[in-house]
Each structure stands twice: as C-alpha cells, then as structure tokens.
C-alpha cells in the first residue's frame, strides 16, 4: 500500500501567522496534491505538483503557497493564515495524472483562533 | 468548471438492506468516476471506479452504475454492514489528469443495528 504520511496530524494557530503543512510519500509517484476538506464542500484542491520545483495552482489557491523541493515531499505554506482557512488538509499522491487512484495521507487538522 | 453534486448528504439505512448514493456532474468530457470512502478520522480511499466505456461495475458488495446520457452515475451498496458506515465521495474527472478531478461534497453514511 502507497504511503503518505502529513505533519503535524493537528495544528493551532494564531490569525496573521505563517503555517507550513508538510507532506512526504514513499510511492515513487510524481504527482502530488493539496486537497481541503469543508463539511458540505468535499474536497478540494489547493495546489499540485508534477514534478520537483515546480507547482501548479488548483481550485482554490487563495492564500495558499506550495513547495515541492523534492519528488518525496510537498508542503503547503498559509503565510497569513486567517480564520477562513480552519479545515482539514489532505495530501495526495498519484502514479500519474492520466486518471489514476489517488493516495491520501491521514491530513491535517489546522484550526486559526 | 466541472460541478459535481451529491445525494444525500446524511443517510441512515438499516443493516443488512441497501444503500444508494447519486451524483450528477455538468461536463459531458467527464471519463472517469472514482468513489472514495473515508472512515472516521481515516484518509479517503478509492474503493470503486468506473469509466465511460463501462454501464456498470460492480465490487462484492459495490455497485456502481452510469448513464452518460443523464449525466448521473451511482454507489449502491448492498446487504449494508457496520463497517460500511463511513462518509462516501464520489468524484468527476475529465480525460487532462488528476488536476482536474471534482469531488461531490460526500455523504455520511450510517448502518444502524
């Protein structure tokens, strides 16, 4: 089974300051993914990836950054986080883009006071 | 945009009879119809999919069905059991890759004894 693993699994944190979620995965894939989870919105994507040092915008990229330094690992950087993005954070991971399954880590449980 | 939109959002069904959760979704390009299911507090796993050469696909006790002419695909679940309590999503994708795959806001699930 494909591994993904995200740190921290939960997260406060104040209005105005910076967060960095961090993804790691040990598929070997290329493709990786920033999903957020709202009751009532399902998933939704944040920003991707399809190769090391470089990232695409998704969905809703709004006050999100992403890096992706390595083909292991991907991290989402709120660098003003601000009430609105109280969620759940998944990582992905994906063999290729071509329709493939998607592997998800356990997520992050960031809330901003 | 694809949209994709998902019913019910809560079901609740007695154990051991069947369940059903509907989707639609606006994009006609749409090939490929994945499900997840998400257990509490666990990453969401594909546990079906479908693709638009197929009507029907069915896995044990899953069930998925698709009229591309309605734009409508579902999960059926049948002979319905505790661990099968969970939320569902059911997701849209058009034949570019992953980036572009659209979840239904999910429904939750809830075998009662």
């Known amino acids: 089974e494909a591994a993904v693993t995200q740190s921290p699994r939960s997260k406060v944190a104040v209005t105005g300051g910076k967060v960095t979620l961090s993804c790691h995965q040990t598929?070997?894939?290329?493709?990786m993914y920033w999903y957020r989870q709202d009751t009532g919105h399902g998933l939704r994507l944040i920003h991707y990836?399809?190769?090391?040092?470089?990232?695409e915008k998704g969905d809703i990229p709004d006050g999100y950054k992403a890096s992706r330094p390595s083909q292991e690992n991907f991290s989402l950087i709120l660098e003003l986080a601000s009430l609105s993005q109280t969620a759940v954070y998944f990582c992905?991971?994906?063999?290729?883009?071509?329709?493939?399954?998607?592997?998800f880590g356990h997520g992050t449980k960031l809330s901003v006071l | 945009g694809e949209q994709v939109e998902q019913l019910p959002s809560i079901l609740r069904v007695q154990e051991g009879s069947s369940a059903s959760i509907n989707c639609s979704y606006e994009?006609?390009?749409?090939?490929?119809f994945p499900w997840y299911k998400q257990e509490p507090g666990e990453n969401p796993k594909l546990i079906i999919d479908?693709?638009?050469?197929?009507e029907r696909k069915q896995i044990q006790e899953l069930i998925v069905l698709l009229d591309k002419k309605a734009k409508r695909f579902s999960l059926h679940i049948t002979d319905t059991q505790p661990g099968d309590s969970a939320m569902y999503f059911c997701?849209?994708?058009?034949?570019?890759?992953?980036?572009?795959?659209?979840f239904g806001a999910g429904t939750k699930l809830t075998i009662k004894p």
């Open positions: 992905a991971s994906s063999e290729d883009t071509t329709n493939e399954r998607l592997f």
């Open positions: 598929n070997n894939h290329d493709y």
């Open positions: 990836s399809y190769v090391a040092d470089s990232t």
């Open positions: 994009d006609s390009a749409s090939n490929y």
């Open positions: 479908i693709r638009s050469n197929m």
């Open positions: 997701a849209a994708s058009v034949p570019y890759g992953n980036e572009k795959i659209t």
